[in-house]
């Protein structure tokens, strides 16, 4: 993470298809100077411009993937060449899942960089492998699969912009397991074990933000034992969070289908957060909301 004096480097990477171009258009409209498909090798002359006092201040995002060809595989010598000259930067990776990443090269009929005869997911699992270390290496990782490209572009504006004005923004985000646990979550609860409107036939139809849904779910002895517990955990956490340098945690919560239970106890915890106070930001996303019409 650079430091606040310093020049703000982002460099952003991932799988074809994650959404690094909607990214890219996102930094330029937060003020950064973008470079799009920079050879890694430049990075290191890219980065001494930028040395000199009078850069302090300055903004730039540097866009770098498998378009390439072989000149992306030095990406991972040109990360340690910042390490090794202590320059501050941050590498975002952008991923989604297999069918997500089908899913968009199918409409927009585009050939993955890497398929070979026309096999769009042959070309996806090759990219995984060639790009595993800067996924393990990266700061930032968002999964995209679910989100809108406007989802993206909060996502990344409460990262690298409100983020900057805070010592942490937190998300809350509900989910439901049968559509998978989000790939960019940093703590995850399960919470399948409390009482489940969708077996009351008035409740089913509707979701967690609903009053009476929410009362259903609140108002059990079990419910309020879990969330004194939880929100005392959070209480605990954040501090050291803080404390560590992270400015970006995403607290995940999860039921069967993401439409009852975990939609209510994401938005009752953002409550006990907002009462809490502190240099916080605090946003919410119902990942499953619309997806699931079961519990």
Known sequence: MAARDEMDMVVITGLSGAGKTQ???????????????????????????????????????????????????????????????????????????????????????????????????????????????????????????????????????????RGRNTKLTITLMSFGFKHGIPLDADLVIDVRFLPNPHYVEVLSPRTGKDEEVRDYVLNSSVTKEFLRRYTELLRFLIPYYVKEGKSYLVVAVGCTGGQHRSVALAEEIRNFLEKEGGPHQINIQHRDIKRAKTD
């Open 23 to 161: 990214a890219i258009r996102c930094f330029e409209d937060l003020g950064y100077f973008c470079v799009d498909n920079l050879p890694p090798l430049l990075i290191p002359r890219f980065a001494d411009l930028f040395k000199p006092h009078d850069r302090e201040g300055e903004k730039v995002a540097l866009v770098m993937d498998i378009r390439g060809g072989r000149f992306f595989e030095g990406l991972s010598e040109a990360l340690d060449y910042l390490d090794n000259e202590n320059f501050s930067y941050e590498l975002l990776f952008l991923e989604a899942s297999d069918e997500a990443l089908i899913r968009r090269f199918k409409e927009t009929r585009r050939r993955h960089p890497l398929s070979r005869e026309g096999s769009i997911l042959e070309g996806i699992l090759e990219e995984r492998k060639r790009l595993k270390g800067l996924r393990e290496r990266a700061g930032k990782l968002i999964d995209t699969s679910e989100l809108s490209p406007h989802q993206l572009r909060e996502t990344i504006v409460n990262i690298f912009a």
